[in-house]
């Protein structure tokens, strides 16, 4: 993955890394590709209906030793 | 007026929109209306929230927020590997809701769960509308210095009215 920019939400619990995507998302422009990295297992399901719901596009969620990661593209 | 388009609102914005009644002010019950207002206003979704009796002091300056076993006969805490049973009796025992309310918000920053002044902040600077109730205002004898700014005063009828307009409305 390479990303316009990168949140770290390792170690947050809902619903934190979603309100910090959400900013982080504010911050780069439309079109532009937010990376997260979380620990809450919680999150795989939550991004996927954030994404849904607000129209931004996810375009990968993987596992990797424990992180799970998100791209997402903003609407 | 009734020639808005299907699924808009009244003023004519296409987002969703939410209410909650909040009437619940202790360190426990403040988490679920704070975490579905914070994510849905982050899902664009149009919320307000109704703080009414023991609800209406979460919108102070200054919190004070406790957690008490009394009335939370569920309650069970994490200890060594197990969990204990939080009988309601402890309660009645000097210094144990201030011991459980450390231990709770200890447990919980360990955790990385948000505090309740970080996600009101996250409410406010998401313009999420809190509605002050008016009734409970004057029955308690609070008075609006003592709220956080960029609240609104209101009753009943404030709230029906945004009520109506909802997809989703809440009491909790």
New interface residues.
Partial sequence: MSADALLDAKGLSCPLPILKAKKALKAIPAGGTLEIHATDAGSVADFAAFCRTTGNELLESTTEDGVYKFLIKRN | MNDQAPGTSANGSNAKRMSIIVTKGTLDWAYPPF?LA??AA???VKVTMFFTFYGLPLLLKKLNLEVNTLGNAAMRMPMGGMHMAMPNIMAAIPGATAGITAMMKNMMKK????SIEE?RE?AVD?DVKLIACQMTMDLFEYSRDEMIEGIELGGAATYIEGALKSDINLFI
């Fill in positions: 975490i914070t994510t982050a899902m664009d955790k990385g769960v948000a996600l996250a998401s």
